[in-house]
T-cell receptor, first 112, second 115 residues
Framework: DAKTTQPPSMDCAEGRAANLPCNHSTISGNEYVYWYRQIHSQGPQYIIHGLKNNETNEMASLIITEDRKSSTLILPHATLRDTAVYYCIVRVRHNQGGKLIFGQGTELSVKP | NAGVTQTPKFRILKIGQSMTLQCTQDMNHNYMYWYRQDPGMGLKLIYYSVGAGITDKGEVPNGYNVSRSTTEDFPLRLELAAPSQTSVYFC??????????????FGAGSRLTVL
């Protein structure tokens, strides 16, 4: 099962881009990279996912390296409400479906 | 759609008591999951289900039981509560496509304290 490595914490100034890195060097060819975030005491919230190509939606952009061993989540204009723990997850393969195993995540603090 | 609904939101148990955390979803999702989150830690998968009548263990199943008699409901049972089970419990669901993305929708959580 592919595992992920993220920095435990990061700071970002309000209005600036937040770039959250994730290493997943043992990822398999057909495993997706997912990003979720958890605002204090709430249930995790899905942000974005990707397989090989870079992806963008209304919340964020996901940049995956060509060798797929790492990725970066980009919040283009961070706000105070983006302060949360961000989880990078690689979908675990299973004979009956892909359960998601969460790591420790990165605690992002957006400061005024 | 209500999404994923968990009850109760808060509960205090005495050691040795039993209880069931309820989880229901109205999105016709096939897959359902139970996670626990201890203070300051990430989420740990307890059990999951890929459809009615099918359940499987996750990372930390000891002390818990689940059942999946319908697509909508996935209750989590604690038989003999222990202080180590003090945690916040999250239920989640997804379409669970094997060949595609598996995006989870989470409930708001159930905070359990065992004294």
């Amino acid at each position: 099962d592919a595992k992920t490595t993220q920095p435990p914490s990061m700071d970002c100034a309000e209005g600036r881009a937040a770039n959250l890195p994730c290493n997943h060097s043992t990822i398999s060819g057909n495993e997706y990279v997912y990003w979720y975030r958890q605002i204090h005491s709430q249930g995790p919230q899905y942000i974005i996912h990707g397989l090989k190509n870079n992806e963008t939606n209304e919340m964020a952009s996901l940049i995956i390296t060509e060798d797929r061993k790492s990725s970066t989540l980009i919040l283009p204009h961070a706000t105070l409400r983006d302060t949360a723990v961000y989880y990078c997850i690689v979908r675990v393969r299973h004979n009956q479906g892909g359960k998601l195993i969460f790591g420790q995540g990165t605690e992002l603090s957006v400061k005024p | 759609n209500a999404g994923v609904t968990q009850t109760p939101k808060f509960r205090i148990l005495k050691i040795g008591q039993s209880m069931t955390l309820q989880c229901t979803q109205d999105m016709n999702h096939n897959y359902m999951y139970w996670y626990r989150q201890d203070p300051g830690m990430g989420l740990k998968l307890i059990y999951y289900s890929v459809g009615a009548g099918i359940t499987d263990k996750g990372e930390v199943p000891n002390g818990y039981n689940v059942s999946r008699s319908t697509t909508e409901d996935f209750p989590l049972r604690l038989e003999l509560a222990a202080p180590s089970q003090t945690s916040v419990y999250f239920c989640a669901s997804s379409y669970g496509q094997e060949s595609g993305a598996n995006v989870l929708t989470f409930g708001a959580g159930s905070r359990l304290t065992v004294l």
